[in-house]
């Protein structure tokens, strides 16, 4: 079988990383335990720090148990990518975009970009549960070099499907055809693959239907189940995020959460592991998360790893999960004035300026080890002002109260009352 080669090719392991606990969050305070009481059931774990490192971590407990991985990768475009976070902007108008760092996708050379993304691939096989897939998201920079890694790894007769996601948007070509599509390479870890055919049936077109109503014939003779509605084919259209102003957080490259409910609900099961070791904005481990998966979302950008945990904030549930770091956030100087807070019984207030906020959350009986998040305040996705209170759970035990607060340029710091 042919391989790809390049003169650094190699597989060369970083030790694994040093994880640690930094946090819990128990959403709108669901579940909440003080830090006397042991670290309850989680829904799963957000990991700030280099995926590589991190996966290695992970190996000794994971290894063979996570049934499906998506991955989002850099896709050799060779650009630096901003994060928007202002609220209500003209999106027709960039120049009035308040921006903030996002993340970088730039490479010496095709070379540096194969030997960033090799090693990664080989660790996700070895991760992933014999009946588990990885669904590799890419577009036509790197695709086909990605593709001849995955036969190498998996093995090529361990492709499932190149899908396709088609979508609209604006170009500035005017010497070639639009590139309005995604390539998703799909490979199973064995030849018993969870596939959940039921769960992503959509309804067949209207034009078929009625084509069945008129003739007999339709179909040389093969009438299909009309009302169960049809498997997908390896082509899906969905709209881009910047077209869906209610999932759209700023994040640069930030997928929509329809794409990624058909690969989790196709792919896994409730109460599987899922994981997104490039998480971006969140959107997979969100959507794991409403689907009843646990998750695994991990990114070397804090901003990333802040935006995945107030996606999952705002969307809610009863169960908590962690944040984990492999490296540290850093402590920038934040806030020309630190932001005052009053404590009231069984509330928190935001005593001053609102607007510079992106996140606050508060551990009302912090030990100085696990930040437990007991109640949160995130920005919303409109224009409207982040919450200036929050409750605290019935059952807290307040003592030495903890605030933790991310600015909308990513910016924190920590306040003790």
């Not at 196709?266 to 997104?276: E, P, R």
């Not at 990333?304 to 402590?331: E, K, Y």
């Amino acid at each position: 079988m042919p391989v790809l080669s390049w003169l650094s090719k190699s597989l060369v392991f970083p030790e694994p990383a040093p994880l640690i606990t930094d946090s819990i969050v128990y959403p709108a305070g669901a579940g909440y335990v003080s830090a006397v009481q042991p670290l309850p059931a989680t829904a799963g774990s957000l990991f700030l720090g280099d995926n590589l490192a991190v996966m290695m971590a992970l190996l000794p407990e994971y290894e063979g148990k996570i049934n499906l991985i998506y991955a989002d990768p850099p896709f050799f475009t060779n650009r630096r990518f901003a994060a928007r976070v202002g609220r209500g902007e003209d999106s027709r108008k960039p120049h009035e975009w308040q921006l903030a760092d996002g993340y970088t996708d730039h490479w010496e050379d095709i070379e540096a970009y194969l030997d960033f993304l090799y090693p990664r691939l080989k660790i996700m096989h070895r991760l992933l549960a014999e009946t588990g897939a990885l669904y590799l998201h890419l577009d036509w920079h790197a695709d086909a070099y990605a593709r001849l890694l995955l036969d190498e790894i998996f093995g090529p007769a361990r492709l499932l499907n190149e899908i396709i996601w088609c979508y609209h948007g604006p170009s500035p070509i005017r010497s070639a055809f639009n590139r309005k599509h995604d390539t998703i390479l799909v490979y199973t870890k064995s030849e018993e693959y969870t596939f959940n055919v039921d769960d992503v049936r959509i309804p067949y077109d209207i034009n078929t239907v009625k084509t069945f109503a008129a003739s007999p014939k339709a179909g040389f003779g093969k009438t299909p189940d009309l009302e169960r509605g049809k498997v997908p084919e390896d082509w899906w259209y969905f709209p881009v995020v910047a077209r869906l102003h209610k999932e759209r957080t700023g994040y640069p490259t930030q997928k929509p959460e329809a794409l990624l409910e058909r690969i989790v609900r196709a792919s896994s099961n409730v109460g599987d592991w899922v994981a997104d070791f490039f998480c971006g904005s969140g959107t997979a481990p969100l959507v794991a998360s409403r689907l009843g998966r646990r998750f695994i979302g991990c990114d070397r950008i804090f901003r990333a790893v802040h935006t995945a945990r107030a996606r999952l904030v705002q969307q809610g549930g009863t169960t908590p999960f962690l944040i984990q770091q492999a490296q540290s956030p850093g402590t920038p100087s934040a806030f020309s004035e630190a932001p005052r807070f009053l404590l009231g019984q069984d509330v928190v207030r935001l005593a001053s300026d609102t607007t510079t906020l992106d996140y606050w959350e508060v551990d009302p009986a912090w030990d100085g080890k696990i930040f437990r998040s007991a109640a949160q305040a995130a920005r919303p996705l409109n224009s409207q002002p982040i919450a200036s209170e929050v409750r605290l759970p019935a059952n807290s035990e307040i003592s030495s109260v903890c605030i933790r607060c991310v600015t909308v340029a990513g910016e924190q710091m920590q306040v003790t009352l």
